[in-house]
């Protein structure tokens, strides 16, 4: 296996993979060839070739891939094969929504608590996940096991907050704030922007009839 030699696209591009086979394996295919999954998804067959011979030789020639099988393989590969923790920091309109987001989605990221620095929120719950002080986020963190923390928190507080996540050893962080942040190298940090994308998606609208 080259695991340690695939890139963050690959990795995306896997999860677009499994997203299909689960398509697939819930219509009752058996078997489908990276040709036909690529012409079904609108994908590449070379590209799904290339990416899985990273991890292995899951296809036959002439029968292609057992849907079941390499389904149950990128589960594996992509670390979906057991729950992940996640702890959200912000319990504002942003917080509480992606913790009701998860809390009904079935998928293996089950949040485990929320975090804030308000008094008036601090004890209260969003569904069963309830909202816990800032400064006891490495306490709540350590004890419920948390492997991502979710930031989502203003701008301003933003970096303060990837620094009290820093202390407790995690390594996954996803932020939502709209601000670049220094993180230290253990950390893999994903920023979702989401003004700049409406921004981008608005420079369309404004130039679409041009």
Same mark, same amino acid.
């Given at each position: ?29 058996? !078997? ?8 079904? *998804? ?53 917080? #509480? ?34 909202? *816990?002080?800032?400064?006891? *986020? ?29 202390? #407790?050893?995690? !390594? ?27 921004? !981008? ?10």
């Amino acid at each position: 296996m080259k695991s340690d030699k695939v890139s963050e696209q690959t990795t995306k591009r896997l999860s677009i993979y499994l997203r299909c086979l689960n398509e697939l394996a819930a219509a009752g295919q058996v !078997s489908v060839s990276s040709e036909a999954c690529a012409k079904r *998804f609108g994908l590449n067959s070379a590209q799904i070739r290339k990416d899985l011979a990273n991890f292995g030789e899951f296809g036959h020639r002439g029968v292609g891939y057992n849907v079941s099988a390499l389904r149950e393989h990128l589960i594996r590969i992509l670390g979906l094969d057991r729950q992940h923790s996640v702890g959200i920091i912000g319990a504002g309109r942003l917080g #509480t929504a992606l913790a009701d987001y998860y809390r009904v989605l079935d998928s293996n990221f089950a949040v485990a608590a929320l975090f804030d620095n308000d008094k008036d929120k601090i004890g209260k719950k969003v569904g069963d996940i309830e909202i *816990f002080d800032i400064k006891n *986020f490495a306490a709540v963190a350590k004890r419920d096991n948390i492997e991502v923390a979710v930031i989502a928190v203003p701008a301003g507080e933003a970096q303060a907050t990837i620094e009290i996540i820093d202390k #407790t050893g995690i !390594s996954a962080v996803m932020n939502f704030a709209p601000v670049r942040l220094r993180a230290s190298a253990h950390i893999k940090l994903k920023s979702v922007d989401m003004t700049t994308t409406l921004e !981008s998606l608005s420079y369309f609208l404004a130039n679409d009839s041009q």
